[in-house]
């Protein structure tokens, strides 16, 4: 269904016949019109209007054959999976889709530790003196090794999301310990990379769009807000872990009292805490 359903469909679509595609496309369990917000839903059916169009699948046809080949009408066998994966890293970036995963997981995540440096954060460099935020946690952030070394404990999703901005699928996400998504006990959740605390629990809600949601952060101290433009003529504001640069979602305006925030967070890029334990990072009072 990833791949544009079935290579019938994708042989309609290229001769002119968007509507098998755009209504099998909006059956994807991917959203519902219903759970994500209006700002969000938007973006959503234009992406997918402009992704439908005969005229770009026939660009994306011309594309994939022109290397050393004749133009040629294809048969609608010969779309392979392969070919229709790319054009949906977009709709991964947005949702988390599979297809998008397999098409930029592989070679991206064997650079995750070479790329430390990202706007909005970069490694210590080991010399510089300690941060503490005003909630008193250490927020010094780790040198490139350090870094290395905590992703190194994760397994090849959890890295992609966290190093390449990666988006896990909504209502299947699972924390780097674990847990569900939905998780409904009380506690903290940290940092995947690092152990930073980030939200609590107190501040988590249901915004019905299948990922963990806070309307605050613990600390302002402990995340970085940078604008996002992976997403031609929608611009997001990502939320980046201050201390290991790690990716962890994004923020957007429509979220409940009282601050009308509602952080958007992987499941994958985080870790818990439960309430009564000891946190990590904490500064102890000389």
Known sequence: ARCLAAPAVVHQTVRGDTAPTTALLRTLP???????????????????????????????????????KAAAVVAPRAVSRARCVRPY????????????????????????GAENSREGWAPSSGAAPRKVSQSGFDVTPLTAEQRQQEAAKLNDF????????????????????GLPWDNKQKGTYVSAIGGLPLFSSDTKFNSGTGWP???????????VEVVDKSIP??????????????????????????TGKRYCINAAALKFVPEGQPLPNKVEEQ
């Open 158 to 177: 959890q890295r992609y999301v966290t190093l390449e901005q990666g988006t896990e699928r909504a209502f299947t996400g699972t924390t780097a310990d």
């Open 89 to 112: 890293s977009l709709f991964g970036n947005l949702f988390g889709t599979k297809a998008a995963k397999a098409a930029d997981m592989g070679s991206a995540a064997s650079k995750a």
């Open 233 to 258: 003529w929608m611009p997001r504001v990502e939320v980046i872990d201050a201390k290991s640069g790690a990716h962890l979602g994004h923020v957007f305006d429509d979220g409940p009292r009282p």
């Open 30 to 68: 991917v959203v519902s019109r219903q759970s994500v917000s209006s700002t969000l839903l938007q973006g959503y059916w234009t992406v997918l209007d402009h992704l439908t169009t005969p005229r770009l699948l026939r660009s994306m046809q011309a594309h994939s054959f022109a290397a050393g």
């Open 213 to 223: 949601s806070f309307y605050a952060p613990i600390d302002k101290d402990h995340v």
